[in-house]
């Protein structure tokens, strides 16, 4: 059974940094893409990035040149560093994990979307503060 469980501090102060983690289990962790997700209040959930089995990554643009993907494939842990925090980060953040990750399509696009991961986490509350 696939479990993905989120953690990390909860609230910072705009400029400020977060490293949320995920760890995954009942899955070879190394072989799966991997992504993060956020909704906001009152939102739709939006992809924030993506890292493929291969280490390549995606990011939308909301957040690119602020917030690093990366994963451990020793310790099974997807991190999200998030650097120069704002009040609209305020977010739910969830990891997931799929088999194959976003399509070269959903790739050359710059998307990162729900429909290409399977597995889901809880997600974890980020507040950043003005």
């Known amino acids: 059974q696939v479990q993905l469980v989120e953690s990390g501090r909860g609230s910072v102060q705009a400029g400020g940094s977060l490293r949320l983690s995920c760890v995954g289990s009942?899955?070879?962790?190394?072989?799966?893409?991997m992504g993060w997700f956020r909704q906001a209040p009152g939102k739709q959930r939006e992809g924030v990035a993506a890292i493929t089995n291969m280490d390549s990554t995606l990011y939308t643009g909301a957040v690119q040149g602020r917030f690093t993907i990366s994963r451990d494939n020793a310790k099974n842990t997807l991190y999200l560093q998030m650097n120069d925090l704002k009040p609209e980060d305020t977010a739910v953040y969830t990891c997931a994990a799929d088999s194959e990750g976003p399509s070269i399509g959903a790739w050359a696009q710059g998307l990162v979307q729900e429909r290409d991961f399977k597995y889901w986490g809880q997600g974890i509350q980020v507040t950043v503060s003005s």
């Open positions: 009942g899955y070879t962790f190394s072989n799966y893409a």
